[in-house]
């Protein structure tokens, strides 16, 4: 799934730059503030001891210790952007950093915060945990023994035709494939090759699965594609192997979606959801990191397993999941052009 996070174009750089500047004096502010709080915190409890062997702090000596404290924090602060900068960071991963505790995500030019929602439950992977090997596949190189990694990808007609035998032997144990998309005329028809790769995949022990874009703005809509999804599987749950996914993306301003809320958009994925559950088969949610946040009541969802796309160095994602989008331009033998490159991962 494309994560479109468009590049401001030359003539916007002042404007780019002018609104970094702001970005920054408000994060500086609000640093300072907490720190002026804490040591205020602090100061009392030490006015207190003071008080208690005879020795007094006046308002002045006071209100000068908090002033070189907050301008202390003040340049803490300036150093660790400048630091981060002059090291090649981007803008946006310079905010993850400074940001811990929150996701931040660009869409658009513009930076979101959302903060981490501790009662979901999360993945136990740090960044360190998984790096990229010299075939350009992704590994997990941590120490935990029970965790468990095959690579995948996810194809469609735009893949041409697909040779499955050499697939199988770049070592690829599962295929996500489109099962349907929208024609010139806005009716849901199955991908041209849809049936051809998820039985050219299953016929050299490749686990197959599917996928189709959530474009609808109501649940009956939903579970509408739920069903032309499903009369269109000819294999079992158990004879296919992966999962049936729902994919859902921040939609342009000019699509009719572009106003549904984030109520809306969190019912239609349950609808979907419920509707190939109760077929028999398993379903997953599959996002970016924007859209997850931005469209999804995730705390709503916890239920289903969640497809997270994220193209960054590491994974930017602390919750739970089945299966990491890392890549669009990857290359697998037996397929022509970019390939879209999976990890999926388990732990016992």
């Given amino acids: ?10 003539p916007n750089h ?31 409890r030490l006015r207190s001891e003071k008080q208690q062997e005879g020795t007094l702090y006046t308002d002045s000596q006071i209100e ?15 150093l660790e ?5 002059e090291s090649g960071n981007s803008t946006i991963s310079m905010l993850r950093d400074l940001f811990p505790g929150d996701l931040v995500v660009m869409w658009e030019g513009r930076y979101y915060f959302y903060p981490v929602d501790r009662y979901l439950e999360t993945n136990p992977f740090s960044e360190m945990d998984f790096a990229l090997g010299e075939n350009g596949a992704m590994e997990y190189i941590g120490e935990d023994t029970g965790v468990k990694v095959n690579r995948g990808i996810d194809v469609s007609a735009l893949n041409g035709e697909i040779d499955w035998a050499r ?47 959530l474009d609808v703005d109501n649940e009956k809509e939903a579970e509408e594609i739920a069903d032309f999804v499903l009369s269109n599987l000819t294999m079992s749950q158990q004879e296919m192997g992966a999962p049936v996914a729902v994919r859902v993306q921040i939609p342009d301003h000019s699509s009719s979606l572009s106003g549904q809320t984030r109520e809306e958009w969190t019912q239609g ?14 379903s997953v949610i599959c996002a970016n990191t924007a859209a997850f946040h931005m469209l999804l009541n995730m705390a709503e969802l916890e239920e289903y397993d969640k497809w997270i796309a994220d193209y960054g160095d590491y994974l930017y994602f602390p919750y739970k999941f089945k299966c990491w989008q890392y890549s669009l331009k990857g290359t697998v033998n037996g397929i022509e052009g970019d390939v879209a490159l999976d990890l999926s991962v388990s732990t016992e």
């Fill in 81 to 85: 952007i400048q630091s981060s900068f």
């Fill in 64 to 78: 000068k210790i908090r002033y070189g404290a907050a301008q202390s924090e003040r340049n803490r602060i300036l």
């Fill in 269 to 282: 994925v349950r609808a979907f959801c419920a509707k190939i559950k109760k077929a028999g088969y398993d």
């Fill in 14 to 44: 002042r404007r780019v730059f002018y609104f970094l500047n702001i970005l920054f004096m408000c994060m500086i502010t609000v640093a300072s503030l907490t720190m002026a709080v804490v040591l205020f915190v602090r100061l009392e």
């Fill in 167 to 213: 697939v199988a032997e770049d070592q690829i144990a599962f295929a996500m494939i489109r099962a349907a998309v929208r024609n010139t005329d806005g009716a849901l028809e199955q991908d041209e090759r849809f049936q051809e790769n998820m039985s050219g995949a299953k016929s050299v022990g490749i686990r197959t699965g599917c996928y189709v874009d």
């Fill in 1 to 10: 799934m494309e994560n479109r996070e468009p590049e401001k174009s030359n």
